[in-house]
Structures are given as C-alpha cells and as structure tokens.
C-alpha cells in the first residue's frame, strides 16, 4: 500500500511540475497564478504547498524540468548523425518554429519568459536561467566544433562567440514570433545564422 | 492662475509618464506597482487615476511615450550624415549598449519586456508593441537602403527581412544581455549583423 501511495504521489507531483512548465511558457512568473494550477491539477492548495513549499521553490523546479525537457529536444536533433551539423541545427529550428506554430505563437520559450521577467530583479532566478543558457550554447557549440572538424563551416570560426549569438538571436526571435502571431522571425533567425556560417564558402 | 495650473498639471503628468518609462524598463508590466509610482512621484493615487484612468491606460500612454523616446535616439544616430549607413548602425547599438552598462544591465528595453509578458495574453497591447517594432524595424530599413544606394551593402540585399533580422537579434542579445549582466550580448549582434551584410564584398 505504501508502494502505491508514493506513486501516486510522485504522479501528482510530476503532473504539477508539467503544468507548471505549460503555465509558465505561456504566460511568464507574475501571470502564472497558484489557483489557477492546483484546480487545473485538481489538488488542494496544502498539497502544493506540501509537495513544493512555496511558488519560488516550485518555479525554480519548473525551470529544471523544462531544462531536462529541452536538453532532450535538443540531443534528438543536435545529435542526429544522418544529418550534417548545419543539417541539424536547421531540423531543430524548423521543429521549435512548427511548435510555436501549433501553439498558435502564445507559447515562448519558458527561460526566455521568466529571463525577461525576473534576471533583473532576482539574483537566484537570473543564476538558474543562466545555468539553462549556457549549457544550450555548449550543446550548439559542440555541433558547431563537428561543422568544423567536417569542413562545413570555416576552420577559424569562434564557435563559443558563434553559439552565444545563436542563442541571442534565436531568443529575440521567439519573443518577436509571439507579437507578430508569425513564424517569419524564427524562419529568418535560422537562415541568417545559417547563412552566416556557410556565405564564406560560397564565395 | 488656471495657466499657472494648468502648468502644474502637464508636469506632473510628464513626471508620471517619465517615472513610468524607468520602472517598466526595468521591472516589466507585472511588477509595476502604482504605489512605488505615486510615492515616487509625490502624488496622489487620486491624481494618478484623474490623470490616466487605470493602469492599463496608464501603461499604453507609457509605450507611447517610450516610443516618441526611442524615435530620436534612433534618428540622431541613423541619420548622422557624418558616418556611412552600416557606421550609423554601429554607433546606435554602441550608444544603447552604452546605456545598458550605465545602468548595470538592470535595464533592458521597454517593449522586449513588455512583449514577453503580454504579447500572448492582451491584443491591446500586442497590437501597440507590434507597431512600435514595425516602426523601429522601417527606420532601420531606410539606412539600409542608403546603405545599398551608397555600395555599402550588396544591390540584391533584402531590407526588408534584414530590418527585421536586426531587431529580432538585438531583442535577444538586449534580453540575454540582463541575464548574464554583460554587454557581450549586444556586442556580438552588433558585430555578427554587420558583418553579416559587409562579408559578400569581402570574398
């Protein structure tokens, strides 16, 4: 019996973290309100409380999750080796692009929400988002150092200044695709980035 | 009298306003607090609300008001006949990030902010960000176009999407700019833009 109740409880609290990672892509930290998820979770507000503590401890496992989540996303394409590395970077885009797309742009990208919200004022937040960054700026990074060692893009480039910038103009990209109910930023944030790497060899 | 009164008036609304441009900048729409606002400014709540109604009201005015700001910088920068098109540029994102450092990157950009917080959540405001964008995106356009005219840039570059590549990239590095409390961000948009529409003449 014990068995089944920790289940059961691991099961709420993994639903909680699920939701949370929903709410908060879609409508930032100071939107996302607590009523809202323990009835959409169907939960009582002491449970919550139970599980998580308080909305700073629960918001900080959201972003977790969401980084777990997104790290997967990524390895899928990033990691795809029927594809070059330019290949996948493009594969990821065009799957982040039709995302958005099914979601009707209202859902952003949760690091880029709570970033905006939260990096200047809250010194714990800004650490755990930066964290998430930069270890989505290694991981195009290292497909980027593979674009090398196979000669698809230029021996000399900085691939750390280059995976910074992807990630910059990409982010940028998401928030202009939410106000323009478009898919033209993020279509264009990858061909130019594309471009930029490849134009060289072109010419 | 009533002139003296009517004086009075415009400046404390003009107060208000300018207060409103700091604190949205920096803070975002959610934890904007119409208490911080009129003890900031030493009015009342009373006056606040004879003068703008509510918060939402309030805020679009702000927008606005950020809008008419941010026209000029750009036009002192983008028509500075003295510096060629991709020179005027260059001063403009070396001006803004300027700023950025000289409020310890606590303060990002008006409308990043309040994309990312209400684009997918109120047409209202989506709608009046969406045209400051549009607006910001045609006056880089127009240096781009001297740019073409004056050989700067490739005759076949489409400154149409450029204009709004560069915005959608700049958002993001201004966005990941106060997550890592660093001007990097904007210096590799910068550069990478540039660099990006020089390089054809280069090869």
């Known amino acids: ?8 409880e691991n099961g709420r609290r993994a639903e909680l973290i699920r939701l949370g990672v929903a709410i908060l892509t879609e409508k930032g930290f100071h939107n996302f309100s607590l009523d809202e998820l323990v009835a959409l979770a169907g939960v009582s507000k002491g449970s919550f409380h139970y599980y998580f503590g308080g909305k700073d401890a629960y918001c900080l496992e959201v972003i977790q999750a969401y980084h777990e989540y997104f790290a997967k996303k990524l390895d899928m394409h990033l990691r795809d080796t029927r594809l070059s590395p330019l290949e996948r970077i493009k594969a990821f885009t065009e799957d982040a692009a039709t995302g958005m797309q099914r979601h009707h742009f209202k859902r952003g990208c949760l690091v880029g929400n709570l970033s905006q ?21 290694n991981r195009i990074r290292e497909c980027l150092e593979e674009g090398k060692r196979c000669g698809e893009i230029r021996a000399d480039a900085d691939t750390t200044a280059l995976s910074r910038y992807f990630w910059n103009a990409w982010e940028g990209a998401v928030m202009c695709s939410k106000l323009e109910q478009s898919r033209e930023p993020l ?4 061909a130019a980035f594309l ?8 010419h």
Do not use: G, H, I, N
């Not at 019996?1 to 059961?8: E, F, I, L, Y």
């Open 1 to 8: 019996m014990a068995t089944v109740a920790t289940r059961k």
């Open 117 to 137: 919200e939260l990096a200047a004022l809250d010194e714990t937040f800004r650490k755990a988002l930066m964290d998430v960054l930069q270890d989505w700026r």
């Open 187 to 190: 279509d264009d944030a990858s």
């Open 195 to 202: 471009a930029y790497l490849v134009r060289p060899e072109k």
